[in-house]
C-alpha cells in the first residue's frame, strides 16, 4: 500500500501547471510519508529524489524550496543515518545547487539540513560534494 500510495503522489507532478500545483502535490506526498512512518525506507527513491529536484528549480518561488526542503527533512530523518549515507548521491543532486539561487528564507533552512544530517555523516559524504 505504502508504495503504491507515493507512486500515486509521485504521478501527481506530472501534472503540474503552476507552483501551487507542486506545494499541494509536496503535501501528499509528506502526508503519505506520516502515515507510513513506520516504514524506515522511501519507495522508488531515484523518482522521489527526481521529483524533489524538479521542485528545487531556480524559476520557482520560495515557499516551494521551502517545502521541498521539508520533504527532504522528512525523508531524512526516516531512513536514518546508513541509508542517507547510501543514498545521498540521489538526494543531494538538487540541494547543492540550490544555495546560490536560494532566497534569504530559504537558506538558513538549507544551513540547517546540511548541519543535521550532511555533517554527521563526515567523509560518507565526501563522494556527492560538488
Given amino acids: ?5 507515493c507512486n500515486a503522489a ?3 507532478f506530472e501534472k503540474a501547471t503552476e507552483w501551487a500545483d507542486l506545494i499541494r502535490y509536496l503535501q501528499r506526498l509528506q502526508r ?8 524506515p525506507l522511501v519507495p522508488d527513491k531515484v523518482l522521489v529524489a527526481k521529483r524533489l529536484y524538479q521542485c528545487l528549480n531556480p524559476a520557482l518561488p520560495s515557499g516551494v524550496h521551502l517545502k521541498t526542503l ?5 525523508i531524512f530523518s526516516r531512513i536514518g543515518t546508513a541509508r542517507l549515507a547510501r543514498d545521498l548521491a540521489f538526494y543531494s543532486e538538487g540541494i547543492f ?3 546560490r539561487h536560494a532566497s534569504y528564507q530559504v537558506k538558513p533552512v538549507l544551513l540547517d ?4 544530517y550532511y555533517a554527521p555523516l563526515g567523509g560518507r559524504a565526501v563522494p ?3
Avoid at 1 to 5: A, I, K, M, V
Avoid at 32 to 39: E, H, L, R, V
Avoid at 113 to 116: I, N, P, T
Fill in 113 to 116: 539540513l546540511f548541519e543535521r
Fill in 32 to 39: 503519505t510519508f506520516n502515515k507510513y512512518s513506520q516504514i
Fill in 1 to 5: 500500500n505504502f508504495r503504491d500510495e
Fill in 10 to 12: 509521485l504521478l501527481q
Fill in 128 to 130: 556527492c560534494l560538488p
Fill in 97 to 99: 545547487p540550490l544555495y
Fill in 70 to 74: 521539508e520533504t527532504y527533512e522528512l
